[in-house]
């Protein structure tokens, strides 16, 4: 990829909308170089870390519930429903969630309609449901020929603006609740997630928190008077903001909150993230923020609703884990941003190799992002007890133990990540110059010694931009060529290493990777 195609896309998926410059002139702006600096060395050289086969709780895969994708309407395309088969075969996930359900472009209330037309969203919803997934629905934006005003938004245009009537709002998205459960029933639709609006605490919303407080209100008044077993949650902010003034507000009205949902970004603004002007490191920003929102849950009238983080990402195979390992106990949903590379929110995509959001990148080839959700899959729903550190230890229904490691090296301070940054999504745009780390793993309790397999995920296994390198970096890939980057970018073969008497694995683990260890 050369400078000119990576200063080609904004600097983040949010900050970019935050510029006070129109969309087009973001495009100009260029990526942050890792540059040199006074830094403390976090890193390790050697770990020794032990597992205890025989202790553990249940674990479930809550980062499989839930991923996200660009907007509605790519719905409708060849590319996005086989991406969507693709992830449901490798890791199962159970649900997507899309902007812009009520875009023009949807035609949900054309001008002049006096009831909404639901022809496109189900052929959508009817895709999804063919291949095994749900949808989590994402209330917004606002339909034209109901929207006070011609605010927009993003490349296609999303209006972002308040209902002229509120309750006509309530109307429409009442309708939606009734249509889905007289089209799939009930007992299905009772187990979806109806989330009202996307961060409208930024410029996804051009009213004020008051107004989005009344939206939600209607919305989920709405959606019980269809049934009152359907689930509906907010406020879906960014920066987990809001979140103790809108639970103080619904608990004011006696409103319905089955979850509570917002996003977190390790780039966020820190002193919005935590109301203090805080510097914590990168790898800690995901884990800190869900804390501080569960701890805020528990001491509302809600104290039972699940907490959903809806939107976070990177593409670094080692941040992935390091977050899975340090928030799957703090949230009951971790939905990914995004699944595909279909996505358009800044524009169609200028190069092949690009660096937008999605596990799978153009056409569908996989990313090292995507293996490492491939490597978490296979993880078991029983978690061991470990020491701490860079290990997430688990045993299967068959008795067997999945453990994953990695070696995340520890972003500068003041530089920005590949997490949540579609400038820095590639392997050269997070730090990549840490050393190796070597893992000294102890297998307390297993009885039997011999050999395990390892899968690894690194610059040798998976690794789409060595792969694209190596074909000449072809600014249109052929069909033949698109068939062989989808080979070559697969996930090397497992190779076997030994367990020694005592249990013990020694495992050398390259900057930023992860390795699956498999033992039977």
């Known amino acids: 990829m050369t400078n000119d195609d990576r200063g080609s896309v904004p600097r983040t998926h949010r900050r970019a909308f935050l510029q006070s410059a129109a969309l087009a002139g973001a495009y100009s702006l260029a990526p942050r170089a890792l540059t040199a600096q006074a830094y403390p060395d976090r890193q390790e050289k050697r770990r020794n870390l032990a597992v205890k086969t025989y202790s553990g709780k249940s674990f479930p895969h809550v980062w499989e519930d839930c991923m996200g994708s660009d907007r509605a309407a790519v719905g409708l395309r060849e590319q996005w429903l086989s991406d969507l088969q693709t992830i449901k075969a490798a890791m199962n996930v159970r649900s997507i969630r899309f902007h812009g359900l009520f875009n023009d472009e949807m035609g949900v209330w054309p001008a002049g309609a006096r009831q909404p037309n639901f022809l496109y969203v189900d052929m959508v919803y009817d895709a999804m449901m063919d291949r095994g997934v749900v949808p989590f629905v994402e209330l917004?934006?606002?339909?034209?020929?109901?929207?006070?005003?011609?605010?927009?938004?993003?490349?296609?245009?999303?209006?972002?603006?308040?209902p002229s009537n509120m309750a006509q709002w309530g109307e429409l998205v009442g309708a939606l609740a009734k249509h889905c459960v007289d089209r799939y029933g009930i007992n299905e639709v009772a187990n979806w997630n109806f989330e009202v609006w996307n961060e409208p605490n930024i410029v996804f919303w051009s009213g004020t928190q008051a107004d989005y407080f009344e939206l939600y209100r209607q919305s989920a008044t709405a959606i019980k008077q269809v049934d009152k077993r359907l689930r509906v949650g907010g406020p879906a902010t960014a920066r987990a903001s809001w979140v103790p003034e809108?639970?103080?507000?619904?608990?004011?009205?006696?409103?319905?909150?089955?979850?509570?949902?917002?996003?977190?970004?390790?780039?966020?603004?820190?002193?919005?993230?935590?109301?203090?002007?805080?510097?914590?490191?990168?790898?800690?920003?995901?884990p800190r923020a869900l804390s501080r929102v569960g701890d805020q849950i528990n001491s509302s009238s809600y104290s039972d609703a699940p907490l959903y983080l809806?939107?976070?990402?990177?593409?670094?195979?080692?941040?992935?884990?390091?977050?899975?390992?340090?928030?799957?106990?703090?949230?009951?949903?971790?939905?990914?941003?995004?699944?595909?590379n279909v996505y358009e929110e800044l524009g169609v995509p200028r190069s092949f190799l690009n660096a937008g959001y999605g596990i799978l990148g153009m056409r569908g080839v996989p990313r090292p992002s995507f293996h490492t959700f491939e490597l978490l899959h296979r993880l078991g729903d029983v978690r061991l007890d470990t020491d701490p550190g860079p290990v997430l230890a688990t045993r299967r229904r068959d008795g067997s133990l999945a453990i994953l490691l990695w070696n995340l090296i520890p972003q500068?301070?003041?530089?920005?990540?590949?997490?949540?940054?579609?400038?820095?999504?590639?392997?050269?745009?997070?730090?990549?110059?840490?050393?190796?780390?070597?893992?000294?793993?102890?297998?307390?309790?297993?009885?039997?010694?011999?050999?395990?397999?390892?899968?690894?995920?690194?610059?040798?296994?998976?690794?789409?931009?060595?792969?694209?390198?190596?074909?000449?970096?072809?600014?249109?890939?052929?069909?033949?060529?698109?068939?062989?980057?989808?080979?070559?970018?697969?996930?090397?073969?497992?190779?076997?290493?030994?367990i020694g008497p005592h249990g013990e694995i020694n495992l050398a683990i390259p900057p930023n990777g992860v390795a699956l260890i498999e033992c039977r």
């Open 310 to 340: 809806t939107e976070w990402s990177s593409q670094n195979p080692a941040f992935i884990a390091h977050i899975i390992e340090s928030c799957a106990d703090k949230a009951q949903m971790l939905a990914f941003w995004t699944f595909s």
């Open 140 to 162: 917004s934006f606002m339909p034209g020929a109901l929207a006070s005003g011609n605010k927009t938004m993003l490349w296609y245009r999303g209006n972002t603006t308040l």
């Open 246 to 286: 809108f639970l103080n507000y619904c608990a004011s009205k006696q409103l319905p909150v089955d979850f509570v949902s917002t996003h977190v970004y390790p780039d966020d603004p820190q002193k919005i993230v935590f109301g203090q002007d805080m510097h914590y490191p990168v790898e800690e920003v995901i």
């Open 412 to 498: 500068k301070p003041g530089v920005r990540s590949s997490s949540g940054d579609p400038l820095t999504q590639l392997s050269a745009g997070y730090a990549t110059t840490g050393h190796g780390l070597e893992i000294g793993l102890t297998l307390q309790g297993i009885r039997k010694h011999g050999r395990v397999l390892v899968t690894r995920v690194d610059s040798t296994s998976g690794d789409l931009e060595r792969v694209y390198k190596e074909i000449g970096s072809p600014a249109y890939p052929t069909m033949a060529q698109i068939a062989e980057l989808k080979v070559k970018c697969e996930l090397a073969s497992p190779t076997e290493t030994s």
